[in-house]
């Protein structure tokens, strides 16, 4: 964690915040996100790291909650037993109905890719989108993060009309909600266009949703990547 901040100091960052993955009752060959006694550490090294670099640089301890219709309560009772700088809601996994394990939407591992590329596209961003949905308006959520990035490493993922009508629906609760969009700057390396597209930005923008910037970073060095560009960005949108 050190060495992030190290590298948004550098990158001469007012601020960062750590959004760590949490998930429940996910089926999956590999297990990317943290347990409770995982939390426990990584609140005691962020607080360390607040007080060392005091004056320096914000640090904010937040956490990235991958949505699980079948675990709803499970996950409130994780996010109201802590205090978050922010709670990013996402969707990661979507279980099919003739499969024993999750699908991992946002892998690129070659065994994931597979697994998707045996479903109908439409199938699968409506469920991932349907589960969107119903994360807004469950969990207290207070960002919405890389809304249109699920099976980002197939080829030629763009959302249909029916998909589109489904992300409008979803930007209304997102408003109504109160919560901010993330403007992820991943997308410029995986896809050359920031998460999500500018379309779906400009229908925030008309919402008047508040944007905010993430990295998505994995590695320390890609902390703050594209960040000018996307100020570039959000200044043709003319937004106030």
């Known amino acids: ?22 998930e429940e009752e996910i089926s999956a060959a590999h297990c990317t996100w943290l347990s409770e006694d995982d939390f426990d550490l990584f609140f005691k090294e962020g607080r360390r790291l607040q007080e060392k670099y005091r004056g320096r640089i914000e ?16 996950l409130l009772s994780r996010l109201k037993s802590r205090q978050w ?27 994931s890719v597979e697994k998707m590329a045996l479903y109908e596209r439409e199938e699968i961003l ?17 960002i919405l993060c890389h809304l249109d990035a699920a099976m980002r490493f197939l080829p ?9 009508d489904r992300i409008e ?44 910037l993430g990295s998505d970073s994995h590695r320390p060095k890609t902390v703050g990547a594209h960040f000018n560009t996307m100020k570039n960005l959000i200044a043709s949108m003319h937004l106030p």
Do not use: W
């Open 1 to 22: 964690m050190e060495e992030y901040v190290l590298a948004a100091i550098e990158q001469n960052l007012d601020g960062l915040v750590f959004l760590e993955h949490m």
């Open 59 to 74: 640090i904010g301890l937040g956490v990235e909650c991958g949505y699980n219709p079948a675990a709803a309560q499970q």
């Open 85 to 111: 700088a922010e709670i990013g809601i996402s969707c990661h996994f979507v279980k099919m109905k003739d499969s024993k394990e999750h699908l991992n939407l946002f892998s690129r591992k070659k065994e």
């Open 126 to 142: 409506t469920l991932y989108f349907e589960s969107l949905l119903e994360a807004v308006q469950t969990l207290p959520g207070t």
């Open 156 to 164: 030629d993922i763009h959302p249909t009309h029916n998909q589109m």
């Open 169 to 212: 629906h979803l930007l209304d609760r997102v408003k109504e909600q109160g919560m901010a969009l993330e403007l992820n700057t991943s997308g410029m390396t995986i896809r050359g266009e920031q998460f999500p597209a500018r379309t779906i930005l400009e229908m925030a923008v008309s919402r008047k949703i508040p944007l905010v």
